[in-house]
């Protein structure tokens, strides 16, 4: 089974697909103006500004879930496999890719907002819903919708399972069957509790997380400040082929380090377009914005801050596929987890990797919650048609089956299944925000009008010239009669 998924992630993995990520990040880029940076202080705004409602989550719930989903086990195994793979020098791609994939970010999550839906009490998008709505090509938003629902209920689930599981097995022994039962007790008790209870959840623990794990960052770093300079020097010289020792592995430094970027922000693949949609936002480029931001948060400090602890501590192998050890620092040691754990390990010795452990069942666990939440989503796309009320329990019970087999199965396994997942919603993800770029950048213009006007942005499909916003066009309505009733009662 594992040489089959290997193979089909080699199909799915190929150099066109990284050629097809950097340049669709470059062309959003341009085509926007730069949003991702021209707009850095309003993104940080934004986050905390809008509020819940009965039927939508907040500007900040939105962007907690969806970094619930991007920071995961990407951001401590994904850069290990990067460094042990592609070198030093792919620490620059994942840079490069973060900052590109924030213009991604910021199209295919205006684009959730745009064609949203409100189903039953609850606001529901993604990127099925642009694709009929804004495309008008109903075919391809139902696979899109499967590829999603097989991808986050079946392939990409058992990694983070699996990294739960070593990771506490190899600090306190603790058996992966047992890690698996807790973690389908633990799950199954908040995704059986419906979209606010994951929220909820994902909105506290999230940003305490991601704090904790950047502070001891700082500890390591500065435990080791005479390295970092050459360690910036590595990393550097590495990318660009010039270091002496990794100079024959600039391919892979590039290929490895948009792979992992990829894994780990999932800019362009569609994951964060189901929790903007949530969101209950005036306008529908903050959201954009706000889930822009969120890629920086992911990839420039987490997954920075994972890289700078293995590298200033030299706790890492480099072997590139198919090829011999450049560096064998760690031995035989499979790259993932273990990697942060000894590099910690040697600041915090007996400490160090139960904090990567814990750390590593947070960053996990939220990314399980956010999973479940975008294959259930895509499933309500599905059951529109099929009128099936049985799929969400079968999505449960599937999903929490999934997470206890990669529990128990082998790291690589899991990570071929997951880089498969990926790759396939990114192929099919690019291609129908690439189409649907005019109307994104309507959106954007309009934005910006209002902006520079003092106002705070709202909304009106029609003004823009945009079809298929149902969701809009029902609130621009109601909000010219609540208009009218004020004028008559004035």
């Not at 990694?159 to 506490?168: D, E, T, Y």
């Not at 633990?186 to 502070?215: C, E, H, N, Q, T």
């Not at 031995?331 to 590099?343: F, L, N, S, V």
């Not at 999934?402 to 299944?417: C, N």
Request: aromatic residues 12%.
């Amino acid at each position: 089974m594992e040489n089959l998924v290997n193979w089909l992630v080699d199909q799915v993995w190929s150099i066109g697909l990284v050629i097809f990520v950097l340049g669709a990040g470059l062309f959003f880029t341009i085509v926007t103006r730069f949003v991702q940076l021209r707009y850095f202080k309003t993104m940080i705004k934004l986050i905390f500004e809008g509020k819940s409602s009965d039927s939508g989550i907040s500007s900040f719930q939105a962007f907690c879930l969806a970094l619930a989903g991007r920071v995961g086990i990407g951001n401590i195994a994904g850069v290990a496999t990067a460094i042990a793979f592609g070198g030093p020098g792919a620490i620059f791609w994942m840079w490069v890719m973060a900052l590109l994939g924030g213009a991604s970010a910021f199209i295919e999550s205006t684009l959730s907002q745009v064609y949203k839906s409100k189903i039953g009490n609850e606001y529901r998008g993604g990127t099925p819903f642009f694709i009929e709505k804004g495309l008008g090509i109903r075919w391809f938003g139902v696979v899109m919708a499967v590829v999603v629902t097989l991808s986050y209920g079946v392939l990409v689930p058992g990694i983070q399972a699996n990294s739960i599981a070593i990771g506490f097995e190899n600090v306190i022994g603790l058996n992966r069957n047992i890690s698996g039962i807790l973690l389908v007790v633990l799950l199954g008790v908040i995704i059986f509790g419906g979209v606010k209870r994951i929220a909820s959840v994902a909105d506290k623990v999230v940003p305490f997380m991601a704090l904790g794990y950047v502070i001891v960052t700082f500890i390591v770093l500065f435990a080791n400040i005479s390295e970092v300079p050459k360690m910036f020097s590595l990393i550097f010289s590495s990318a660009f082929g010039m270091n002496e020792a990794f100079g024959g592995i600039l391919g892979a430094a590039i290929a490895w380090g948009v792979r992992r970027a990829i894994f780990s922000s999932v800019a362009g693949v569609g994951e964060a377009t189901y929790s903007s949609a949530a969101a209950e936002v005036s306008h529908p480029a903050k959201q954009g914005l706000v889930q822009a931001f969120s890629i920086y948060i992911d990839t420039i400090v987490v997954c920075t801050a994972t890289a700078f602890m293995i590298l200033v501590t030299g706790m890492y192998s480099v072997t590139p596929e198919g090829k011999e050890p450049i560096v064998d620092t760690m031995g035989g040691i499979e790259a993932g987890p273990i990697y942060t754990q000894e590099a910690v390990e040697t600041v915090f010795p007996g400490y160090g990797a139960l904090f990567v452990a814990i750390a590593i069942f947070f960053f996990a666990f939220t990314t399980l919650m956010a999973y479940y939440y975008i294959a259930e989503t895509t499933i309500v796309y599905l059951d529109r048609k099929l009128k099936a009320q049985w799929l969400k329990t079968v999505l449960k019970l599937g999903f929490l089956g999934m997470v206890y087999f990669g529990s128990v199965k082998s790291a690589s396994l899991m990570w071929a299944l997951g880089d498969l997942g990926f790759g396939s919603m990114a192929w099919l993800n690019l291609v129908a925000i690439l189409l649907l770029t005019k109307p994104t950048l309507k959106v954007l213009m309009d934005f910006d009008i209002q902006m520079k006007a003092g106002k705070d942005p709202v909304f009106d499909p029609i003004k823009v010239g945009i079809k298929g916003a149902d969701f809009w066009e029902d609130r621009c309505k109601e909000r010219e009669l609540d208009s009218s009733k004020e004028k008559r009662i004035g």
